[in-house]
């Protein structure tokens, strides 16, 4: 296998240039701050920023019959289905992101494949046909208790905001399989945890035959990350020329 990990021209350490250590580190002594204080100052207007701000997003009221009186029934039994709404629209927006991920992990291969990750593309191919899977799995759930699939709730909000840096990494020409195996076992990780998650939001709302359902995408999901992390293992310890 290729190694990813090179010895190269990398200027960003100071040890690359020694004879002027001692000439920045002096010029660096020697130049005041732009700006007195610490982070205080930082944080006190952060906290003034979060004192009058409102809520990231919400959850619109259900457009359907249905909707609506399942929604009330939920309230009457002292339950907040707009939660439950808010991370299903959560998991549908990261399994949408999962397939564009292993899209470009796909592409990432593909192109690579003469370096020998010995990655099978076919396994890629499945795990992507599955997130796919995944995604209409809980968009015909939002649809079932009467909720609006193409909103895109708060919690979704957030998760794509926390999720921009995977794609970015995969995406990028310069970086290895490795590096790309690790932002999928980042994405790996919170999904699997996600999941769990919405199985037990579901059950708690009575919606066991949607709980079952999810228990198999969580299965799937549990061979994905399996896969992902012993590439991502395997391909370090080829990198570090050590046993596995």
């Not at 000439?23 to 701050?33: C, D, G, K, Q």
């Not at 970086?175 to 939001?201: F, G, M, P, Y």
Request: proline fraction near 5%; aromatic fraction near 4%.
């Amino acid at each position: 296998m290729e190694k990813s990990t090179v010895l190269g021209t990398n200027r960003t350490g100071i040890d690359m240039s020694p004879i002027d250590i001692k000439e920045m580190v002096a010029l660096s002594n020697a130049t005041p701050s732009s700006s007195p204080g610490d982070e205080q100052a930082i944080a006190k207007m952060r906290r003034e920023y979060i004192a009058g701000a409102g809520v990231i997003g919400s959850v619109p009221p259900p457009g359907t019959l249905k909707g609506m009186a399942s929604t009330a029934m939920e309230k009457l039994a002292g339950k907040n289905p707009e939660a439950f709404i808010d991370k299903l629209g959560c998991r549908l927006a990261f399994e949408r992101s999962g397939v564009r991920l292993y899209d470009a992990l796909i592409t990432k291969c593909s192109a690579t494949v003469d370096q020998g990750h010995g990655i099978p593309l076919n396994t890629l191919r499945k795990f992507r046909d599955e997130e796919f899977r995944h995604f209409k799995l809980v968009e015909g759930a939002i649809r079932s208790i009467g909720a609006d699939p193409t909103a895109q709730t708060p919690s979704a909000d957030v998760d794509a905001m926390a999720s921009i840096g995977l794609i970015q990494v995969l995406t990028d020409p310069r970086t290895s399989v490795a590096h790309c195996l690790e932002a999928i076992l980042i994405a790996e990780l919170a999904d699997n945890d996600a999941w769990q998650l919405l199985i037990v939001l579901a059950e708690k709302m009575g919606m066991d035959e949607m709980a079952r359902e999810f228990q198999t995408a969580l299965q799937e999901e549990d061979v994905h990350l399996t896969h992902v992390r012993q590439w991502y293992k395997q391909m370090i310890m080829e990198d570090a020329a050590v046993a596995s």
